[in-house]
């Protein structure tokens, strides 16, 4: 099963930039294009509403387009950047997961032994709505994993956009909830994703020049990197609109420093 509305939503979008990442840049209609070639290959793969499914990548236009065709099947996606043994046993075995997609380098697909029978699948899938596993940090042990209900993150931002393009870069995490819920926000409402593959100071605020992003979602700590290295003196910024921040507290005479250099 596919969710059409989605991608007829993208489709109407026509030639506005959906992607970016490096060289290869896809209009909202190619990115709808993509997704439901990828829908048909995983369907044909055996991969079926409700099926949990470990999506092993990161940002990029690979593993962006493989997370929106799982949702669009209504499978059950788990992102893992970060592959360890701790979250291999728990996607695995507690997680009951069916298939290992893997997106770092093209697209493969894996079986795993898991059914993908838990209750709190069933009551989604009744829904008709596909799911998203999100991992604890593991802190205080093996990782935990949280269940939502992907359909409805969507819903909520799956409107049409008034006014201009926002461009906006990928910072946070692709298997934690700061980045998804970023991700979505750009995709469903028509915006511009920027993919960064190298988190570092120098590199995200050259593609914040190069791209003439407009939004950067980000974290504290890395924003005093961008002080303290004088990045927003070398890099000229101007585009920048506003900055989201989150996953930790702000000191104060930080958001002062920042508010005065940009």
């Not at 669009?72 to 979250?87: D, E, G, L, Q, S």
């Not at 697209?107 to 008709?128: A, M, N």
């Amino acid at each position: 099963m596919m969710d059409i509305h989605w991608l007829n939503s993208m489709e109407s979008r026509g030639g506005r930039v959906a992607l970016i990442d490096g060289d290869i840049v896809l209009s909202y209609v190619q990115t709808a294009h993509r997704v439901r070639d990828l829908v048909d290959c995983f369907m044909q793969s055996g991969i079926a509403p409700g099926h949990v499914v470990i999506l092993h990548g990161n940002y990029s236009i690979d593993g962006i387009l493989a997370f929106i065709a799982l949702a669009a099947i209504k499978a059950i996606v788990a992102p893992v950047t970060n592959f360890t043994p701790a979250t291999e046993e728990t996607l695995k075995v507690s997680c009951d997961a069916s298939f290992i997609v893997n997106a770092f380098n093209g697209i493969t697909i894996e079986p795993c032994l898991g059914q993908s029978r838990h209750p709190l699948y069933y009551s989604l899938k009744l829904r008709d709505a596909s799911g998203l596993i999100l991992l604890s940090s593991g802190s205080t042990g093996r990782p935990k994993a949280i269940l939502h209900n992907l359909d409805q993150l969507i819903s909520r931002k799956d409107k049409v956009s008034k006014g201009r393009q926002l461009i906006v870069v990928l910072f946070l995490m692709f298997d934690h909830v700061g980045g998804v819920n970023t991700l979505i926000n750009i995709l469903f409402s028509g915006n511009c994703a920027v993919v960064v593959r190298e988190r570092t100071p120098e590199r995200v605020c050259k593609e914040l020049e190069l791209h003439k992003v407009q939004v950067l979602p980000a974290n504290p700590t890395f924003l005093n990197l961008i002080r303290l290295g004088d990045f927003h003196e070398r890099y000229d910024l101007s585009a920048l609109r506003l900055i989201t921040y989150g996953t930790e507290a702000m000191p104060p005479q930080l958001l002062l420093y920042l508010r005065d250099i940009l």
